[in-house]
């Protein structure tokens, strides 16, 4: 098998894992993996990640203009401007999970840092997590919010839409949004009961253990 079909083949098995546990409703959410020749793989429009066909996947060139496959997912600008300010990133994961999704419509979110450091996990997969406003989906305007955060960020969620995660794999930005599904979850199951949050020496001490890269300004936030 070539590297290629491999790829193809694990875009459909992670994409077939998040469907099959509710994290993607529908024909929500995309996957995209960047290729060797700056050229990517990308989940097809109106596809169910449940359900993708190796074959069928859409292959664009580093332009992004479409070689073949199906018509790729209208999102292609949200993907191209992470990897655009993300360099290290060559896989993408943008889904519709429903405790993310409702975190991203509370009044008290902090857009530099979405969640607060509940576990040591979320600090390790995601660091902080932020808040870009609402966009019509496919908008490219999105582009420029994203392009806006600088590169600072691998974990980004969207206002009223869900997460967009960006990992140096396929694995990797899968279990970072599975994580942040997760962090979100448990956000929305203690608000309000004045949790025990990791404390900033706690914090630091995963960055400096584990040799993480948080955004500026990144500690211990109030989410009242």
């Known amino acids: 098998m070539s590297d290629e079909a491999r ?12 469907f099959e546990r509710g994290l ?8 995209s993996l960047r290729l060797p020749d700056g050229g990517w793989l990308v989940s097809p429009t109106n596809a169910s990640l449940g359900f993708l066909d190796p074959a069928r996947i859409s292959r664009l060139d580093a332009d992004g203009r479409l070689v073949s496959g199906d018509k790729p997912t209208k999102e292609i600008p949200l993907h191209a401007a992470l990897y655009e300010s993300r360099g290290e990133a060559r896989a993408i994961v943008h889904l519709h999970s429903t405790h993310a999704v409702a975190v991203s419509m509370l009044p008290e979110i902090d857009p530099r840092a979405v969640l607060p450091p509940l576990t040591a996990y979320c600090v390790m997969r995601n660091g902080a997590t932020a808040l870009v406003p609402y966009y019509r989906p496919g908008d490219p305007a999105v582009a420029d919010a994203i392009r806006g955060l600088s590169g600072r960020y691998s974990s980004v969620l969207l206002a009223n839409h869900g997460p967009v995660v960006a990992g140096e794999s396929l694995e990797g930005a899968v279990f970072a949004t599975e994580e942040l599904e997760e962090t979100a979850k448990l956000y929305l199951l203690l608000r309000n009961l004045n949790p025990r949050m990791l404390s900033p020496a706690q914090v630091q001490d995963l960055v400096s253990h584990f ?13 009242g």
């Open 7 to 18: 790829l193809r083949e694990e875009i459909c098995r992670y994409g077939r894992s998040l």
């Open 24 to 31: 993607t409703p529908g024909s929500s959410g995309n996957i």
């Open 211 to 223: 040799g993480l890269r948080l955004p500026e300004d990144h500690g211990h936030h109030d989410h």
